[in-house]
């Protein structure tokens, strides 16, 4: 779906352990090249080759990566996009989720009890070759080169401007971003959407709540007329107001 001139939010329908899922990364373009944030989870590589067809943006056009932060479902497919892609491609992520993001670290949230959890929750018709394939996939997440580091309130100069905001609490070093001609808030997984309303971040899913409830803070200095979950998408009724709402709420 385009979203403003220049950006896309892509709708990729995964299919976890029998349940679809709905991701939505970004793609900025403009007479430079591309950037897409975020690569889905692994295997989705074909997915989101679909989708810059559908927004009419060519696969070539693409130059950088931007990784919000190190969740298996933003890097999946980062490592098929390294080695497939023809041309190099530039991949910039924090300074903090660079060393998960290349492997130098476990992912923080795959811990061995996480694994166990994982595991144990698979369908009981889940067959034992894919139960072990799961659990390796888990053991050995996906992991790519960062070439450059974003700084809090940097301003890229993709499709007209794009600032890095710092929003620890999810992971230590994620990052939202505020495409500043379409006044978009790009969330990734600082905020969600559920049933069609902004909502917080989720406990269950941060490495630390305090400071995830603190950076939706920064969100009130941006005027935002849209905002793009990573899960849940597309949110435009009154945004500046509902953020006011969640700030207080938190």
């Given at each position: ?25 970004i793609?900025?373009s ?56 023809p ?94 001609p ?8 600082a ?8 909502m ?51």
């Amino acid at each position: 779906m385009q979203i403003a001139n220049g950006i896309h939010m892509l709708e990729l329908e995964v299919l976890i352990m029998g349940h679809t899922n709905v991701i939505y990364p970004i793609l900025l373009s403009d007479n430079d090249g591309a950037v897409l944030i975020d690569t889905g989870y692994p295997g989705n590589y074909p997915l989101i080759c679909k989708a810059f067809e559908h927004a009419s943006v060519p696969l070539e056009y693409l130059k950088t990566i931007v990784i919000s932060h190190q969740d298996i479902d933003h890097i999946g497919s980062l490592p098929t996009f390294l080695s497939e892609m023809p041309r190099k491609l530039t991949v910039l992520a924090s300074q903090l989720e660079k060393p998960y993001i290349e492997g130098e670290k476990m992912l923080i949230k795959i811990t061995p009890e996480a694994i166990e959890r994982a595991v144990a929750s698979l369908p009981a018709d889940v067959s034992p070759e894919w139960r072990k394939a799961f659990r390796t996939n888990l053991e050995n997440p996906p992991k790519g080169q960062v070439h450059g580091i974003l700084e809090d309130d940097q301003v890229l100069t993709i499709a007209g401007g794009l600032q890095v905001i710092l929003t620890p609490g999810h992971t230590p070093g994620h990052l939202s971003f505020y495409h500043i001609p379409s006044k978009t808030l790009i969330a990734a997984d600082a905020l969600v959407v559920a049933d069609g309303q902004l909502m917080g971040p989720i406990p269950a899913y941060c490495y630390d709540y305090e400071l995830a409830k603190q950076s939706v803070k920064r969100f009130a200095n941006y005027d935002i007329e849209t905002v793009i979950c990573y899960h849940g998408g597309l949110f435009h009724d009154n945004p500046n107001a509902r953020i006011a709402e969640l700030i207080t709420e938190l």
